[in-house]
């Protein structure tokens, strides 16, 4: 991968959006040339839903006040946004580190929070594509409504976008080659795919675990995202959500700050 320009074709310095763009270009470059990395952002989404779909039958969320179409649109804006941007920036980030991208990036004009940033517009923008497109599809497809309060759907998604960036920064950190981070991006997926509300609605859980889950990373986004949808939970619950949410991402972004690595473990 080629190093951003920095500079225009009069020489003279670039601001901090023309580097973030033509850095998100390059990276968007790559992105499309990759067929495994695109397959998880558009197709895998997808299944993720349908196979959902399935397990949501079993569930009774008449006790929840929610319809199938619902709690799948909900789990469903989750996963395109475990998938697209934790799994895909996780192998993208560590490919340029151990490649020297970020190391020759960082002897240029481009900040480090640039370079970091740069690098995951492209999956951030085809995640909230993605998101758009589920939503709008579901108001005129699907037997779901309007969301009920979308500054609070609005709000989850934007939560959900810069923790899990921040969580694959960290996830990075401590993975080698591209190839690990199959393995490495799991434990996040699986703990929010079956803990977070993804899958099985919070308030379907045992009490004790229920109250588990509430702490894990990405289960004040869901809360936010849901109650986007249906508006069924309280003003306290969702402060105590956005909390939740705003606690992972300072814990991540100190993460970063002391053990995010930019050049390759030798």
Known sequence: MATAQLTDGTGARSTAVGRLSAL???????LVRNRAALFVALLLPLAMVLAMQSSLKE???????MSLAEAAVIGGTGFILLLVIHVNLVSAYVARRE?????????????????LAGTALPAVGLALAQVLLLVAA????LDVGAPKRPDLLLAGVVLGVVLLVALALVVSAVTRTVESAQLTTMPVY????????????????PEKVASIAELLPMTGVMTLIRD?????????????????????IVLSVFAVNRWFRWEPRR
């Open 190 to 205: 699986l703990v929010s795919a079956l803990g977070s509300g993804l899958f099985v609605p919070l308030e379907l859980m």
């Open 24 to 30: 998100g270009r390059a990276e968007l470059t790559l």
């Open 59 to 65: 569930l009774d969320l008449g006790k929840i006040k």
């Open 99 to 115: 490649e020297l991208v970020l190391k020759r990036l960082r002897t240029g004009e481009i900040s480090d929070r640039e370079i």
């Open 138 to 141: 579901s108001i005129a497809l």
């Open 228 to 248: 986007g949808w249906v508006g069924a939970s309280d003003g306290k619950d969702l402060l105590g959500a956005a909390l939740t949410a705003l606690a992972w």
